[in-house]
């Protein structure tokens, strides 16, 4: 998976409670990426970083927020977890917008009860 | 609006076989597309890439084409394996205003390789 980690790897929450999701990188890439992946729908940009302390929003960012504050760390939080936040969410990472490729992570499946 | 549209949703083959994946996608403006393959509980992972000039492109079994014209993208694989049981994604990136690549994912095909 390109060096890239998701944490956790399963979670399950309750409505109401924040969650928030790490994804780690190695490849000191400058973009990273959080998408959700829903049955019946392609992947779809949440949030994207595109250095320190430096993001923009994606299609479906409401309920979202997501921090940098290191190149290889990319946070991702549900400050009060929706059962519509259910979902999988994936990180992915490329060395510029232009890049050829985005690299996936392993992602990480939600569960809001 | 942009789209990108695959069929079937979903296929059985026997091991061995040959099949064809379609995609169908309205984006603009057109940068690049890409087919990926999803292994059950992992990431994409990338096949191939095409940018506007080029109509095909192997990658192994993996063979994708690329008609610009009518908007259309093919991924043919070439004597199916099991381990080629997963779903295949088709994205288009379009290049935005402020030059920000923004990819548009189809749904995907769902393959199943049957012993």
């Known amino acids: 998976d390109a060096g890239i980690t998701q944490s956790p790897r399963h979670k399950v929450t309750e409505t109401g409670t924040p969650v928030t999701l790490r994804c780690h990188q190695t490849e000191n890439h400058r973009y990273m990426y959080w998408y959700r992946q829903d049955p019946g729908h392609g992947l779809r940009l949440i949030h994207y970083s595109y250095g320190v302390k430096d993001t923009d929003k994606g299609e479906v960012s409401d309920g979202y927020s997501v921090s940098r504050s290191k190149t290889e760390d990319f946070l991702l939080t549900l400050e009060s977890a929706t059962s519509s936040q259910t979902s999988v969410y994936f990180c992915?990472?490329?060395?510029?917008?232009?890049?050829?490729?985005?690299?996936f992570g392993p992602g990480t499946r939600l569960t809001v009860l | 609006k942009n789209q990108v549209e695959q069929s079937p949703q979903s296929l059985i083959i026997l091991e061995g076989k040959n099949c064809t994946l379609q995609?169908?996608?309205?984006?603009?403006?057109?940068?690049?597309l890409r087919w990926y393959k999803q292994d059950t509980g992992r990431g994409p992972v990338s096949l191939t890439i095409m940018t506007f000039s080029e109509n095909t492109k192997s990658n192994g079994r993996y063979t994708a084409t690329l008609d610009a014209d009518t908007k259309q993208s093919s991924l043919h694989i070439t004597a199916s394996q099991l381990s080629d049981s997963a779903s295949y994604i088709c994205?288009?990136?379009?290049?935005?205003?402020?030059?920000?690549?923004?990819?548009?994912f189809g749904t995907g095909t769902r393959l199943l390789v049957s012993p």
């Open positions: 992915a990472i490329s060395p510029s917008d232009r890049a050829n490729e985005q690299f």
């Open positions: 995609c169908n996608y309205t984006v603009s403006p057109f940068s690049n």
């Open positions: 994205v288009v990136s379009a290049r935005g205003n402020t030059g920000f690549q923004k990819l548009v």
